[in-house]
């Protein structure tokens, strides 16, 4: 028998999230939509049989595809933000046939920044989680009526492997032209390196060469430890939580269960598989909070086990 919540919860697995927002002690995180993109479920996870989707219906929407939102995580202490990734941009493309990409589109960060009281020019620095086009669109378009970059601001940061080894992601569509718009404002980043009061860069690779997730601990407090890119992530703070913003490295909550299953465009699927599995076994412990920035209406949630397989638990505006 179906019941309501489950309803809502499926409900939930099929549209892309709207503003969402979380406290981190005197840390404040939000969601910024900007858009969202089709995939194809066996065309994006080709590991996965029509079997596994009879399974995991839940994740699918009425027009066969897995629904990933598209945007960033606005981080603010105070007065101080800092923004990581910025969506698609202002654009959108159609489904081609054959691809595990369906329809796909953006524009809405700026407006959705807008609705939280902050402008562009106020954010301090953009950090990327990885150089693909949904990640890095904002970042290499000008302002809008204006010949100026969006963030006027910002320096770009973004992890040595990744920016070293940038000319491989041209075979995933980020463009040399665009490469070239990001280049005078980026900054290297290392593994380990606190960018941000409180936040700090983990490295994951294996969805592309650089691969990073950031690591922001309640507070802006920070202690030693080592999470699975084997550096200082960043525990737990004073009051004991924490959020990983793991980027790529999950693309949908079906893969918690599943880490195994890699994406089509994972650089090195086999290296990914190892660090999401070590990922979702960190994701478990106390106090920890995932942000997955394509998981649907399901950014924020927790990882516990359910019958012997980790399950993403949602974690509402409150915290809870």
């Given at each position: 028998?179906?019941?309501?919540?489950?309803?809502?919860?499926?409900?939930?697995?099929?549209?892309?999230?709207?503003?969402?927002?979380?406290?981190?002690?005197?840390?404040?995180?939000?969601?910024?939509?900007?858009?969202?993109?089709?995939?194809?479920?066996?065309?994006?996870?080709?590991?996965?049989?029509?079997?596994?989707?009879?399974?995991?219906?839940?994740?699918?929407?009425?027009?066969?595809?897995?629904?990933?939102?598209?945007?960033?995580?606005?981080?603010?202490?105070?007065?101080?933000?800092?923004?990581?990734?910025?969506?698609?941009?202002?654009?959108?493309?159609?489904?081609?046939?054959?691809?595990?990409?369906?329809?796909?589109?953006?524009?809405?960060?700026?407006?959705?920044?807008?609705?939280?009281?902050?402008?562009?020019?106020?954010?301090?620095?953009?950090?990327?989680?990885?150089?693909?086009?949904?990640?890095?669109?904002w970042a290499v378009h000008v302002a809008p009526g204006s010949d100026r970059p969006v963030f006027t601001r910002a320096d770009y940061l973004v992890v040595e492997p990744e920016?070293?080894?940038?000319?491989?992601?041209?075979?995933?569509?980020?463009?040399?032209?665009?490469?070239?718009?990001?280049?005078?404002?980026?900054?290297?980043?290392?593994?380990?390196?606190?960018?941000?009061?409180?936040?700090?860069?983990?490295?994951?690779?294996?969805?592309?060469?650089?691969?990073?997730?950031?690591?922001?601990?309640?507070?802006?407090?920070?202690?030693?430890?080592?999470?699975?890119?084997?550096?200082?992530?960043?525990?737990?703070?004073?009051?004991?939580?924490?959020?990983?913003?793991?980027?790529?490295?999950?693309?949908?909550?079906?893969?918690?269960?599943?880490?195994?299953?890699?994406?089509?465009?994972?650089?090195?699927?086999?290296?990914?598989?190892?660090?999401?599995?070590?990922?979702?076994?960190?994701?478990?412990?106390?106090?920890t909070i995932g942000f997955g920035i394509h998981f649907a209406d399901v950014v924020f949630g927790r990882v516990q086990a359910q019958e012997g397989r980790a399950v993403w638990?949602?974690?509402?505006?409150?915290?809870?």
């Open positions: 028998m179906t019941t309501p919540q489950h309803r809502t919860a499926t409900a939930r697995l099929r549209r892309p999230s709207g503003i969402r927002s979380l406290r981190l002690g005197e840390t404040k995180v939000t969601y910024v939509p900007d858009g969202a993109v089709q995939l194809t479920p066996r065309g994006w996870l080709p590991a996965t049989t029509d079997e596994d989707w009879a399974a995991h219906s839940d994740y699918v929407d009425d027009t066969g595809h897995l629904v990933a939102g598209i945007g960033g995580l606005l981080v603010e202490q105070g007065d101080r933000a800092l923004l990581i990734d910025t969506g698609f941009g202002p654009r959108s493309f159609p489904a081609e046939p054959g691809s595990a990409v369906g329809v796909i589109q953006g524009g809405a960060l700026l407006d959705n920044l807008a609705a939280l009281g902050r402008g562009p020019e106020e954010i301090e620095a953009v950090a990327f989680t990885h150089l693909h086009t949904d990640h890095i669109g920016w070293s080894q940038r000319r491989l992601l041209e075979a995933d569509g980020t463009s040399k032209e665009a490469l070239a718009v990001l280049a005078p404002k980026v900054r290297t980043v290392a593994d380990g390196q606190e960018i941000f009061p409180g936040v700090r860069v983990q490295l994951v690779p294996g969805h592309t060469p650089g691969h990073a997730a950031y690591v922001i601990t309640s507070s802006g407090q920070s202690s030693g430890g080592q999470g699975s890119g084997g550096q200082d992530s960043g525990r737990q703070g004073s009051d004991g939580q924490r959020l990983i913003a793991f980027g790529d490295a999950l693309h949908s909550p079906v893969q918690i269960g599943h880490p195994e299953w890699s994406a089509a465009p994972d650089h090195d699927p086999g290296e990914a598989a190892d660090f999401r599995r070590r990922l979702v076994d960190e994701l478990q412990e106390p106090g638990h949602p974690v509402d505006d409150d915290g809870a």
